[in-house]
């Protein structure tokens, strides 16, 4: 049973970069995935979560209107689209599924997948 984010690098400011969030040796269908990201020196957040049907989703202040979540089933993935990137948002960007609802509960997540490393310049 694993999680795993993909997709951070290194973008210039006001560009954009796609997470994915991929399981393997379970299925995504029945669980709420979470975004959460930590940047240096600072606590782990919540960024963004997605309900297991899609139909509701859920941002945090700071990327509201900027981040995109959303998820392919059939792909067993989900991804967070982030446009117009920070320096901000620097972060290394975590995945985590809950088997219940979308919340910012850390302790309440069934499962973490590693992290993907953002780093956006000014």
């Known amino acids: 049973v694993q999680l795993q984010a993909s997709g951070g690098g290194l973008v210039q400011a006001g560009g954009s970069l796609r997470l994915s969030c991929a399981a393997s040796?379970?299925?995504?269908?029945?669980?709420?995935i979470g975004w959460f990201r930590q940047a240096p020196g600072k606590e782990r957040e919540g960024v963004s979560c997605i309900s297991s049907s899609g139909g509701s989703t859920f941002y945090a202040d700071s990327v509201k209107g900027r981040f995109t979540v959303s998820r392919d089933n059939a792909k067993n993935t989900v991804y967070l689209q982030m446009n117009s990137l920070k320096p901000e948002d620097t972060a290394v960007y975590y995945c985590a599924a809950d088997s219940t609802d979308c919340s910012w509960y850390e302790d309440g997540m069934d499962y973490w997948g590693k992290g993907t490393l953002v780093t956006v310049s000014s």
């Open positions: 040796g379970f299925t995504l269908d029945y669980y709420a």
